[in-house]
């Protein structure tokens, strides 16, 4: 079964700091691996995607990950984390049929 | 471009009564996916529609049910409410590539007493 996991309910950042947001991920076959934010009683948005080609994925407002197949993981990084980037984070896996599986979220604080 | 619209935004129900939750997608998707979010938690998966038709489930009762419209339009439905149904419902569109990223709304926030 695929699975996904985000190791730390929250990370703390200082604003301008570099931030990482973990994830790894449990998959057979090729993995379609996606981030997506959620702020408060919001729905989530989108942030960035990797399918396949380079294990470097750009994505929105800044953010990137980097997929990494041989320790199984696609951590979310910023350079400059900003206090607006403070919010849920999550790491999800799309299965054959189109289903998404989550992790748990991470909880991301950036503080000035 | 409106992006993915789920109404109502807010909902109370009373213990065993029947809801029904709507979803218009994102212009020139044709997958809609509906997910629960518990407090605290990733969201878990409940259905899948694309042609009208269930495609795929995920792990809950029969209580939980849909439909999909020619316009891809959907509804849940929630029959026989308990507590533990109060929870935000996620609605996703997405296209039938497995390599497209799903949109969602903004959720529906169902509250059980």
């Known amino acids: 079964a695929q699975s996904v996991a985000q190791p730390e309910d929250q990370v703390n950042v200082a604003e301008g700091n570099p931030l990482t947001v973990k994830c790894t991920y449990s998959v057979s076959g090729n993995p379609y691996l996606f981030w997506y934010v959620q702020y408060p009683n919001r729905g989530l948005q989108f942030l960035l995607k990797?399918?396949?080609?380079?294990?470097l994925v750009k994505g929105s407002y800044g953010f990137e990950a980097e997929f990494n197949k041989s320790q199984t993981s696609f951590h979310l990084k910023k350079p400059s984390a900003l206090v607006s980037d403070s919010a849920l984070y999550f790491c999800a896996v799309r299965d054959w049929a189109g289903k998404l599986i989550f992790g748990q979220g991470t909880e991301l604080s950036v503080k000035p | 471009d409106a992006g993915v619209t789920q109404s109502p935004t807010h909902l109370i129900k009373t213990r065993g009564q029947q809801v029904t939750l709507r979803c218009s997608p994102k212009s020139g998707h044709d997958t809609v996916s509906w997910y629960q979010q518990a407090l605290g938690q990733g969201p878990q998966f409940i259905f899948q529609y694309y042609e009208e038709e269930e495609r795929q489930r995920g792990n809950f009762p029969d209580r939980f049910s849909g439909h999909q419209f020619p316009n891809y339009s959907s509804e849940l439905n929630v029959n026989a409410l308990l507590l533990g149904d109060s929870a935000l419902y996620l609605c996703a569109s997405s296209r039938r590539d497995r390599g497209t990223e799903a949109f969602f709304g903004q959720g529906t926030r169902l509250t059980v007493v």
């Open positions: 990797y399918i396949t080609g380079d294990n």
